[in-house]
Structure formats: structure tokens, C-alpha cells
């Protein structure tokens, strides 16, 4: 099933915001949904780039989530809880996390998940980028930590490194 609805944590939105790669969002997904507990972490400190655009973006608004008792039991943070249930409840959508533990439950419930680098990924399969390499870089220079065999995985993914 083709990824064009997404459940957005704080983290990916901060790394590509922070690595001036957000406009790729809109660009890749036709309904991107903000859970109202990820847009307060994303927007709590004020002098963060995040923090400031978000707010401005057309493409995204917060949204109430409520925490899925089943996600409840794996107590992750609000953000990771309430991505987690609004995919959950909503099958169509797929969950973009890069926290393990919130991905180790999204696992054990069936919940589809992708990562930041992935969507990094999807950008190169879709034509809207060029190369991963550079991408993956920015992402890290942003703070996202990605092992080598990560960034290695996913040029694979992307038709750039055998």
C-alpha cells in the first residue's frame, strides 16, 4: 500500500525542520496529521526552528488524540502514545517514529511505522530528490543519530549503494 497518509512524531518533525528538509512533507503525503500532544513538544521551546514554523505551516494542524489503552500499557510519551493510537484506530495511516521503544510497540500491535531516513528514502523513489546521501547527512548534522549500517541500509534502499 503506497505511504500518502501519515501520523507525524515529534522527533522527525524536528530533525527536518532542523535540516530545512520539511517542505519535503506536503510534497510526499496527501494528509498529514499532527497529534495536539507532538505540536506542544515540537513548539515548547520558542528559539528552536521548529518550534517557530510550525505554527505557520498550511499543511498541517494539531489534532486531539486519544491514548489507545493498548498503547497506554507500553508507557511511552505522550507524543510517541498518541501517534501510536491515531494509527492504531486508523489503519490508513502510516506512522512516521523513530523512537525504538514506540516502534518495538508499534511492532507487537501491527502498526505500520516508518523512520525519518525512510521518508528520506520515499522522496528518491518519488523523483523529488536526487540522492539520499546528502539528505541522510543533513538529517544527522540535525541531530537524528544514524548508525553507518543504517545509512547504508537505506542508500541500499534507495538504489544508491550495493
Same mark, same amino acid.
Given at each position: 500500500?503506497?505511504? /500518502?497518509? @501519515?501520523?507525524?512524531? +515529534?522527533?522527525?518533525?524536528? @530533525?527536518?525542520?532542523?535540516?530545512?528538509? +520539511?517542505?519535503?512533507? *506536503?510534497? #510526499?503525503?496527501?494528509?498529514?496529521?499532527? *497529534?495536539?500532544?507532538? !505540536?506542544?513538544? @515540537?513548539?515548547?521551546?520558542?528559539?528552536?526552528?521548529?518550534?517557530?514554523?510550525?505554527?505557520?505551516?498550511? !499543511?498541517?494542524?494539531?489534532?486531539?488524540?486519544?491514548?489507545?489503552?493498548?498503547?497506554?500499557? !507500553?508507557? &511511552?510519551?505522550?507524543?510517541?502514545?498518541?501517534?501510536?493510537?491515531?494509527? #492504531? =484506530?486508523?489503519? %490508513?495511516?502510516?506512522?512516521?517514529?523513530?523512537?525504538?521503544?514506540?516502534?518495538?510497540?508499534?511492532?507487537?500491535?501491527?502498526? +505500520?511505522?516508518?523512520?525519518?531516513?525512510?521518508?528520506? @528514502?520515499?522522496?528518491?523513489?518519488?523523483?523529488?530528490? =536526487?540522492?539520499?546521501? /546528502?539528505?541522510?547527512?543533513?538529517?544527522? %548534522?540535525?541531530?537524528? !543519530? &544514524?548508525?553507518? =549500517?543504517?545509512?547504508?541500509?537505506?542508500?541500499?534502499? +534507495?538504489?544508491? =549503494?550495493?
Amino acid at each position: 500500500m503506497p505511504i /500518502d497518509r @501519515v501520523v507525524i512524531n +515529534a522527533s522527525p518533525l524536528i @530533525v527536518l525542520f532542523k535540516s530545512g528538509q +520539511a517542505e519535503l512533507l *506536503p510534497r #510526499l503525503f496527501n494528509e498529514i496529521q499532527i *497529534p495536539q500532544a507532538v !505540536w506542544e513538544e @515540537v513548539t515548547a521551546t520558542k528559539n528552536d526552528i521548529a518550534a517557530q514554523q510550525l505554527p505557520s505551516i498550511s !499543511w498541517a494542524n494539531p489534532l486531539e488524540v486519544t491514548i489507545h489503552p493498548a498503547i497506554a500499557a !507500553w508507557d &511511552l510519551g505522550a507524543g510517541e502514545s498518541t501517534v501510536l493510537s491515531f494509527a #492504531l =484506530e486508523n489503519p %490508513d495511516y502510516r506512522a512516521m517514529i523513530d523512537d525504538a521503544a514506540a516502534r518495538h510497540c508499534a511492532r507487537a500491535l501491527g502498526i +505500520a511505522t516508518f523512520g525519518t531516513g525512510g521518508a528520506i @528514502v520515499l522522496a528518491k523513489q518519488r523523483g523529488l530528490i =536526487e540522492s539520499v546521501g /546528502d539528505r541522510l547527512q543533513q538529517l544527522r %548534522d540535525a541531530g537524528l !543519530w &544514524l548508525s553507518e =549500517e543504517v545509512v547504508s541500509l537505506l542508500k541500499q534502499q +534507495a538504489g544508491e =549503494e550495493v
